[in-house]
């Protein structure tokens, strides 16, 4: 199947394609470098737990240790 007019030729299609091809690849490389060079000078933005400002009470205390220890690696408490 051609294409009518200009771009019946072959080369005319292939020349458009790898264009819209580097320019689609030049253009993503591009925004990840500016991504990859935003994040490095951002600074870290600190993540709130719960936990901090919340005082546990012992039943509580008791429950996530056991967890805790259930998750750790080695022999249970």
Known sequence: MSLPGRFSD????TLFGLLAVSTAVWLSLGLRARARRDRAHAPLQRIWHP???TALTPAEEHAFGQVVSRLSPGRPR
């Open 10 to 13: 072959p080369r005319a299609v």
């Open 51 to 53: 936990q901090e400002s």
